[in-house]
């Protein structure tokens, strides 16, 4: 038996039935008492180990629901072309240049963001045969939503004038014709992908842990996998379960497939509490929609700076019906990434018209960004719950204001504090690697409302720092159906928690430095 006694803290439970204690008892992975010291040591055996926390605070296990762990991971081995580093074409081009790689091998870079490039537009085919005229090169857009590909990886994945479609939009064309290697949207992307060739288990494994790892230094305990196949294709799957086997998952997993890939017999959905390990798969992401700042995201009303355009949904409406719905019968979570409102209302039809069978799917929509009130209601109504990107306050705010969306819906971007009154269980998320993996300044966004440039973007969608908290602990956990198991520090509960060097008020304080994550538990362990 092992047996952990914490003294001297500040505990933040987010148990309502006992918000605050000073000592928490675990045995055995999980937590057994919660209390002054006085109280929880009489509980104690007389072989326990003791720990004095010195006045630190300490947070249930914090708890990151959409991040794409295999992506992050691999993109360090990558040229970074993100901004402000890259800040033109020949930057982009000299980083990807400058990527050690093989003769022959594929020359990949990721980030990019046309609209904080000088030349204020996206690069080319032509851009990229510059770096390498007998490489395959390959460059991601920092959404993730587009790629652009030189002649060489155009040819190698079968993408040319003759084999797509003249007016098909997610291969666009220059004025003469000629593809400009823009591959638009996830399948186009998908499709320049399926060239390159196949990751070795060993790296798949190794992309994993450096993300998960990374999140358990920054206080995370349990990541939500959106899209597991979106790098790897279903190798990934395979991964996560070896790993898992083998008890080498730094922190929990809470998969969704992506879902495009083919249901076989060996696709099980697994209900929170039946996985003996530290990953499961609960569901299955689809995408209504696109990116806002690509313009692909589908709005109800027109972009600012393009009239003439609000987005389309990325298939019609019986199509996203259809591809829900077998999930849906398998007993699967549907996870729906919707940015516009739109592909929110689009995405909502899909999970009512999947049903709710004979238990509480607790589906989700993913972002979420572009709504109204009428739209969060009808969430809540369809006990639907939402995973919110509110990171891009922060990363595109000022960009959303003055650029594509002006000031009425840009000051409802991301709608906590509406989301909150309308009763909505949510969580709040950084899409790692589309924004860094840092819990707790997405809780400062989440509080404050600052954007990169330092104006607050929707004051009134302000949300406290413990409602911040709420969101990425049992909120998240109850997205999942797990807040029986992670998410509070509670009697009964898995003793995954945060230890940070500061308080909450410090985390809520914009100008205040923030504090630090100084210990991680997960299940009772350190390590």
């Not at 006694?5 to 000592?23: N, Q």
């Not at 072309?81 to 003769?103: F, K, N, W």
């Not at 790993?243 to 969704?256: K, S």
């Not at 990425?472 to 995954?496: F, I, K, N, W």
Request: overall charge negative.
């Amino acid at each position: 038996m092992s047996e952990l006694l914490l003294v001297g803290a500040d505990v933040v439970t987010m148990d309502p039935d006992r918000p605050g204690a000073e000592a928490i008892l675990v045995r055995d992975g999980v937590v057994v008492a919660v209390g002054t010291e006085s109280e929880v040591a009489t509980l104690a055996s007389a072989h326990v180990e003791r720990l004095d926390l010195e006045g630190a605070t300490v947070l249930p296990g914090l708890i990151e629901s959409h991040v794409h762990p295999a992506y992050t991971g691999l993109t360090d081995l990558w040229a970074d072309c993100r901004s402000p580093g890259v800040g033109t074409i020949p930057d982009l081009q000299a980083a990807l240049a400058a990527l050690p790689v093989e003769s022959g091998a594929w020359i990949r870079g990721w980030g990019y963001d046309d609209t904080l490039l000088a030349e204020g537009r996206h690069p080319t085919r032509d851009d990229l045969d510059a770096v390498s005229s007998t490489d395959p090169v390959i460059v991601s857009h920092i959404s993730g939503h587009f790629l652009v590909a030189n002649t060489v990886a155009l040819a190698l994945a079968q993408v040319d004038e003759e084999t797509v479609a003249i007016d098909d939009p997610r291969f666009p064309r220059d004025a003469s014709g000629r593809l400009t290697g823009m591959a638009w949207e996830i399948d186009a992307v998908s499709r320049v992908l399926a060239a390159v060739p196949a990751l070795s288990d060993t790296d798949l494994e190794d992309a994993l842990l450096r993300a998960l790892s990374r999140a358990r230094e920054r206080g995370i305990t349990t990541v939500h996998d959106l899209g597991v196949g979106l790098i790897g294709g279903p190798e990934e799957l395979d991964a996560y379960r070896r790993l898992d086997a083998e008890g080498r998952l730094p922190v929990r997993v809470v998969g969704f497939l992506r879902g495009d890939l083919p249901l076989d017999g060996d696709t099980v959905f697994e209900a929170a509490g039946q996985s003996v390990g530290r990953f499961r798969l609960a569901g299955a992401k689809f995408w209504a929609d696109g990116s806002i700042q690509g313009l692909s995201a589908a709005l109800r009303a027109p972009y600012l700076c393009d009239p003439g355009h609000h987005g389309e949904l990325l298939q019609p409406q019986e199509v996203l019906d259809a591809m829900v719905a077998p999930v849906a019968a398998a007993g699967g979570q549907l996870a729906v990434h919707a940015n516009g409102d739109a592909a929110v209302g689009a995405a909502l039809t899909a999970i009512n018209r999947a049903g709710q069978g004979t238990h509480d799917p607790r589906h989700r929509i993913e972002h979420c960004q572009v709504t109204s009130t009428a739209d969060l209601d009808a969430l809540k109504e369809a006990g639907v719950g939402v995973s919110f990107f509110v990171n891009h306050v922060y990363f595109w705010g000022d960009r959303h204001r003055e650029r594509f969306l002006g000031d009425v819906r840009s000051d409802f971007l991301d709608p906590l504090a509406s989301a909150a009154a309308a009763g909505l269980r949510f969580g709040l998320h950084s899409d790692c690697p589309i924004t860094p993996m840092d819990p707790l300044a997405t809780l400062r966004t989440a509080v404050n409302r600052l954007t990169s440039g330092g104006s607050v973007l929707g004051a009134a969608e302000r949300i406290d720092v413990h409602r911040a908290v709420q969101a990425m602990t049992v909120d998240s956990a109850y997205l999942v159906h797990e807040e029986q198991y992670v998410g509070t520090l509670a009697p009964g509960m898995r003793a995954d928690l945060v230890v940070l060097d500061g308080d909450l008020s410090q985390v809520a304080d914009a100008a205040a430095p923030m504090p630090k994550p100084v210990r991680v538990m997960v299940g009772g362990s350190w390590e």
